[in-house]
Every structure is written in C-alpha cells, then in structure tokens.
C-alpha cells in the first residue's frame, strides 16, 4: 500500500454536507474580487490558528509536543466533520495497512466513540475480547483503571493494542447490569478467520464474512468450491452470514457481491464533484452456480456489508433476512502524507444498484427475523449511523434513471409466511458454539429448505 490512496467502507476502530449552486454565470471582475476575498479570509484564519498555537506553545501550564498539539489539531478538523473522517498518525497508519491485511496486534474490538466512552460495535470471532464475553453495545469506561474520557477514539484504541502477552484492564458498562464490570484481558496477534463455513444438516451451505479485508474474496470463493465439492448436487442453498460485520475495503465488498452475479451493477459513488462519480459492474460468474442465497443481516452490518446486501438485494439474487442494518452510506478514503501518516476522509457516498443511498436508513430485510424476543420490547434500539455526531445527512431521492426500483420479492405461495419473525417462549440463549440456538440462522435454513421442496414440487407438476 506504499503510496497508494485505499478506499475504504468500513466502520472502523479510528473514526456539513455542501450544496453546490448552478451553473451560475458571473463577470470575471465579480468572480476576481470574490476569490481574493475568499482567499484573505482563509489566510486570517491560518493566523487565527497560529497566534493560538504560539499561546499555547508559551503559556500552557506544563511544555508541550508541537507534534502532538499539530496532530491533535489536524485530527480535531477533521472528526469534527463527520464521525468516520480521522487523522492517522505513522503508527496508527502502519496498523491500518497491517489490519487490512488481515492481522494485528491487540484484543479483537471494533469500536466506535460515544459520548466520550468508546463503543464496542462487535467483537471479532475467537480473540480476547470475544472470549472474555465483551458484547456489542458495551460502553469501555476506563483502561487500566483510568478513564478514556478525555481521549480520542485513535488514542483509545492505541492503549488497547500493544504487544502479544501483554495485559490490560477494561472496564465495561453494559445495558441492564447493575455495576460496571472490569476484565482483565491479554492482548494477542489478531489474525481473524474473516471467512468461517460448514455444511448444515447436509444440504445448506453456511457462510459467515467477518470483515472485509485482502483474504475476504479468496476465503469466500474457497469456501463456496470446498462445500460444493464436499455436498455436491445435496446443497439446497447458501447462507451468506453479514450480522455484525463491520465493513472494510470497498474492491473487497465489489468483489464479494460479483461472485454471485453475472451481471448489472453492483454500487456506485458520487463525489463532491461530479466527474469523480463511479460505478461497478459485474463481470460475469455465479460461484454458486444458481443455488439460492438468504443472507443474514442485524443492526451490526455496516458499510461494506450493506454494499453486498444491498446489491444482492436488488438484482433479486437474494433473499436478505434478519433485522435492519446500520446505515453507513459513505466511503472513505485513505490518503498518505509523505514522511508523515495520513488521513481517513469521507470522500463520496454510494448507492445501491436501484439508486438507494443507505446512509442514515440502512437496509431493510425482505423479511425480518429477530434474534430474541426482548428486541420486539426494547425501550432503547441499537445504535445506528444515523445516531451518530455529526452524521451525513441522507439526500434523499433515486440517483437512477427514472423507473429504476427493486424488483418485488417474488417467493412460492405461502413460503415467506413460514417464517417466523420471534423465537418462541422458552427458547434457548444463544450460544455461538451450538447453531441450534441461533434463531435467525434457523430460520434462514428453514426458508431455503422450504423454497426448494416448493420448486422441487413444481418442477414435477410440470411434467
């Protein structure tokens, strides 16, 4: 990544829309004057900034880091636009590149910022914190027993990594728990399996993505031929497990979504400018070789994972199920500073194949299936994009052609109405370990199965 500029669409561990006016046409005498008077009043801002900084510099009541205090100062900018724009500094942006390839040093959380206290989005499979029971939603009050109020999130997540057998202390506060609860955890070399599958009962394909990071597409195409190879003509269908995956790099998420169709568009992205527009478009190749897809989706599905699922989505090639996402509609990009870090600025918007922009609405299931009961009677939802500071705002409107819309959900009579959208009275906590707790995934399962005894049944009447 020496030098290069990565496009990332993640809700990550380092976390006022403009309206452009025209075509307007002014004299070259009007438009001369206006930009040498927006110019000087850049600069009395640029003196503004360095009179406060020389203040600083000499009055503060111990020394100070110059670098630090420019750095702080950099990375305030830019939070303050948005919550997923931040300053990297050398070693933050040397984590970056190695966490995007898919290992780093440090207790497994991806985390966001909330009123001061640091937010766990979700833990990642098998790492410390997953292990010591860490849960989404759970406030890190405090690190070795100091407060993190005070600290951005950057400098948060620093104090959370370090070096392999080193401890620390963190300190949780957790909806519904009378006191807060303190773990002690020891930091580890993550290198998360982004990919995970198994064949369930012996005819449906089970996929879980992690995260999006260099090894996602390669993992999931080896995934896909391992479980043809080993069901064979038996595999009903494939379920593609997005629930609390963050996001990542965006060629990833195009990549994923391309493994399943064979043709269209897969997202697109419109810039502050217009000629900075993109768009993608599949290449061809069903991995799945037509079998029907349920992907999975809650509230922790973010960014790259409502690309996929949105995507998936509207070309109809597949069903998605669970509860709504988090609505993360924007992209950002990683530029390196020579010799310095680099900063991770929001740089575009993306929309969905039909034109939907998700930011701040997320991705509503085609049919919705709830984890457990209590979500239907929760006083306090979860978390989403649009609850964030400073979040873009959602613009609203279809930025396709005119008609451009997603297809209706067309299924066998009465198959969707088989699903069932609350587990029942009595059923068991959810364990991880024992995929017969997990209702969604149940019920996902369920549904391909009964989709294919209905085509099964019809291709015989057709005889």
């Not at 403009?18 to 110019?39: C, E, F, H, N, Y």
């Not at 809650?298 to 988090?326: C, M, P, W, Y």
């Amino acid at each position: 990544m020496k030098g290069r500029v990565r496009t990332m669409a993640t809700v990550g561990a380092a976390f006022a829309a403009g309206i452009i006016l025209g075509p307007m046409v002014t004299s070259p005498m009007v438009k001369a004057w206006a930009q040498d008077g927006g110019r000087a009043e850049t600069y009395r801002l640029l003196n503004l900034f360095g009179d406060v900084f020389e203040r600083v510099r000499a009055e503060y009541v111990e020394p100070i880091n110059d670098r630090d205090a420019v750095e702080n100062a950099i990375n305030g900018m830019l939070t303050g636009l948005d919550p997923h724009s931040s300053y990297l500094n050398q070693r933050s942006y040397r984590d970056m590149q190695v966490q995007t390839r898919g290992e780093f040093g440090g207790l497994g959380i991806e985390v966001t910022q909330e009123g001061g206290y640091i937010k766990v989005i979700s833990p990642i499979d098998e790492t410390p914190a997953a292990r010591a029971g860490v849960k989404a939603g759970d406030l890190i009050t405090h690190l070795n027993g100091n407060s993190v109020q005070g600290l951005t999130l950057q400098e948060a997540v620093e104090q959370m990594r370090g070096e392999r057998g080193t401890a620390i202390k963190i300190t949780i506060r957790r909806e519904g728990a009378d006191r807060p609860i303190e773990l002690s955890l020891t930091r580890e070399v993550i290198r998360p399996q982004v990919v995970r599958f198994r064949i369930e009962g012996n005819d449906v394909a089970y996929v879980r993505l992690t995260s999006f990071n260099e090894q996602t597409d390669v993992g999931l195409r080896r995934a896909i031929q391992a479980m043809r190879g080993q069901a064979g003509n038996s595999l009903k269908g494939i379920v593609l497990d997005l629930r609390n995956n963050p996001g990542g790099l965006l060629d990833q998420a195009v990549q994923v979504t391309d493994d399943f169709l064979e043709q269209g568009e897969i997202v697109s992205t419109r810039a502050r400018r217009a000629e900075d527009a993109q768009r993608w478009n599949a290449k061809g190749g069903d991995i799945a070789g037509g079998l029907p897809v349920v992907v999975l989706i809650n509230g922790g599905s973010a960014s790259a994972s409502e690309i996929v699922a949105g995507a998936l989505q509207d070309h109809r090639r597949a069903i998605v199920l669970g509860t709504k996402s988090f609505g993360k509609g924007s992209v950002q990009t990683v530029m390196p500073i020579p010799g310095q870090g680099a900063i991770r600025l929001t740089t575009a918007r993306y929309y969905t194949p039909s034109g939907r922009s998700i930011q701040g609405t997320g991705i509503e299931p085609d049919i919705e299936v709830l984890a457990q009961r209590q979500e239907a009677t929760a006083n306090i939802p979860r978390e989403r994009e649009a609850d964030l500071r400073r979040a873009l705002r959602n613009e609203g409107g279809v930025q396709q052609p005119t008609g451009a819309a997603i297809p209706p959900l067309q299924l066998p009579q009465g198959i969707a109405e088989r699903v069932t959208r609350l587990p029942p009275e009595g059923t068991p906590s959810f364990d991880p370990t024992k995929p017969e707790t997990d209702f969604q995934l149940q019920q996902a399962m369920q549904l391909l199965r009964n989709l294919a005894a209905a085509q099964n049944s019809g291709r015989r009447a057709a005889r």
